[in-house]
């Protein structure tokens, strides 16, 4: 299911200042405006300034010579993404997972939840409701791609009598022959150029080479765009995702819980020196917390909720990531001051609103030592004298998304430079072979997934993947022949984990077919 959230960024505006539809300001003409090398440029309007003769992507002063009443207000594009985001979790409720389709859409899926709603038109509408009750504008589609849902959302007019949706045993041609080749999701020059071409429909690319040789006119036109490797670049890989001939990989938006720890008393707190003391059992709880994500805390807000219904919040801002319980009630000692618990509290709830990464340390490690009469420095130095130089060192993060530069080694006192850190979206195992080993792979060609592989003498059957995780060569290092990598988190019938990546593509002009080696183990 394909989302259109046809005026997010005005929907947005006006619920962040508050406005309804038609009242109030935004009934003036009114632009979101963001700018460029030449200007000011309009990115929304209103329906008042569209009446106007403003349009998105005209300049503002252009639109002024034909509104003068226009009033603009600067965008927000990192605002509206988060918005997005946002949404797209709350959209979850209709598919169990979503992606994001930015700058304004949602991809859902779908598959085998539309009768929990009573079919798919019906889904549809709830969708439109809902979203309207939150207060966006919002058109939906149901095709079995994700570029035939995103056709139809965009460019097919429908209506609640009349949804838009392509059942899996419909011909897509019967709805989509007719739309302009914009419909695939393409870049801009690409659209130019195949309209110069003569193709300006979507049943033009499909019926290619009608009354000669289809095979020989798709080959023209593929070698015409051979060099571009991106589908937004190319129609033909679009063409073939939107009618399921090549799969399309989407990125599910996942949520991230936040830090929270809670307790719910038995009889109502009505004194200090016992909130003290719930408030430290929840501060420790915090703790092992944010450490089993190995984070720390960088806001931590503090919730208590009174036995009449009152809500009590505190909240810290702290200058740098902690998890230390002795820290966090120090400062929310001085918060208390001064609360009034009214006929008692019977539940207090302690999170993390906002985590940075927070590696673990020994802080005690030096004073253990002068207890001993050993530093961990002479320990270092005695296992350099018997190893030789240059013997103990410890792994440290580069920043580089290739696996085999990801980290590098340095003297084991040697401080960190904070630049070395890098975040790391994806999980990787601990143990990396030291050179990846060839594997032989059986997998749904082209691009499909991996279901059994050879490896070291022994078959071992896939019952469980995930990727891929593709991985581009550093252009600055490699050359333009390097060939990109499809990484897999996968698990045989046994159980073991295994990270193994596929080298090269099917006709990336970079070599030939694609080769199989197996990277990681997971423990």
């Not at 918005?83 to 409720?93: I, T």
């Not at 580069?398 to 960190?416: G, K």
Request: aromatic residues 6%.
């Amino acid at each position: 299911m394909a989302i259109w959230l046809m005026d997010l960024a005005l929907d947005r505006w006006r619920q962040v200042n508050r406005l309804a539809r038609g009242e109030g300001p935004d009934a003036a003409p009114l632009a979101l405006i963001s700018d460029t090398a030449h200007g000011p440029r309009i990115d929304a309007v209103n329906p008042a300034a569209r009446a106007a003769g403003a349009a998105a992507g005209m300049r503002l002063a252009d639109a002024r010579a034909l509104c003068p009443a226009l009033a603009a207000v600067p965008s927000d594009p990192a605002g509206d993404l988060a918005c997005l985001e946002k949404l797209a979790l709350w959209a979850q409720r209709w598919g169990p997972w979503s992606a994001l389709d930015p700058p304004d859409g949602l991809l859902v899926d779908t598959t085998g939840a539309s009768h929990l709603f009573g079919g798919e038109a019906r889904l549809l509408a709830d969708l439109a409701a809902a979203f309207g009750q939150r207060g966006f504008a919002a058109r939906a589609a149901l095709a079995p791609t994700a570029g035939a849902a995103w056709a139809l959302v965009h460019f097919v007019a429908h209506s609640r009598a009349q949804p838009a949706i392509l059942a899996p045993g419909d011909d897509p041609m019967r709805l989509l022959g007719d739309l302009p080749v914009a419909a695939l999701r393409l870049d801009g020059d690409v659209i130019t150029a195949l309209r110069r071409l003569g193709l300006k429909r979507i049943g033009d690319l499909v019926g290619l080479g009608e009354g000669g040789d289809p095979a020989a006119a798709r080959d023209a036109l593929q070698r015409r765009f051979r060099n571009r490797k991106s589908p937004a670049a190319n129609p033909l890989i679009r063409l073939d995702q939107l009618l399921g001939f090549v799969p399309e990989p989407l990125l599910p938006v996942v949520a991230q819980p936040m830090p929270l720890v809670q307790r719910q008393v038995t009889e109502p707190i009505r004194h200090r020196a016992l909130l003290d003391r719930v408030l430290a059992d929840l501060a420790a709880d915090l703790q092992r917390e944010l450490a089993a994500r190995g984070s720390g805390a960088r806001r931590v807000e503090l919730l208590l909720w009174r036995v009449d219904g009152e809500v009590i919040t505190r909240r810290l801002e702290l200058a740098a990531a902690t998890r230390d319980p002795a820290h966090l009630i120090g400062l929310l000692a001085a918060k208390l001051d001064g609360i009034d618990a009214g006929f008692g509290i019977e539940t207090l709830r302690l999170c993390a609103s906002w985590c940075e990464p927070l590696h673990a340390a020994q802080a005690d490690i030096e004073a253990a030592a002068e207890a001993h009469g050993t530093t961990l420095a002479g320990c270092l130095d005695r296992l350099s004298v018997r190893l030789g130089a240059g013997a103990v060192t410890r792994p440290v993060p580069h920043p580089s998304h290739w696996p085999e530069r990801a980290q590098r080694w340095q003297a084991p006192l040697e401080s960190e430079p904070a630049s070395q850190g890098m975040l790391n979206f994806h999980q990787r195992p601990l143990k990396l072979l030291d050179k990846p080993e060839s594997i032989a792979v059986l997998y749904a060609a082209p691009d499909g997934s991996p279901q059994r592989f050879r490896w070291r003498g022994q078959v071992r059957d896939v019952v469980r993947v995930e990727g891929p995780e593709r991985i581009a060569p550093e252009w600055w290092r490699e050359r333009s022949t390097a060939r990109l990598r499809d990484y897999y988190r996968i698990e045989d019938s046994c159980g073991a984990r295994y990270w193994i990546y596929r080298h090269g593509l099917v006709g990336d002009g970079r070599g030939g077919a694609p080769l199989w080696f197996l990277h990681g183990l997971y423990a």
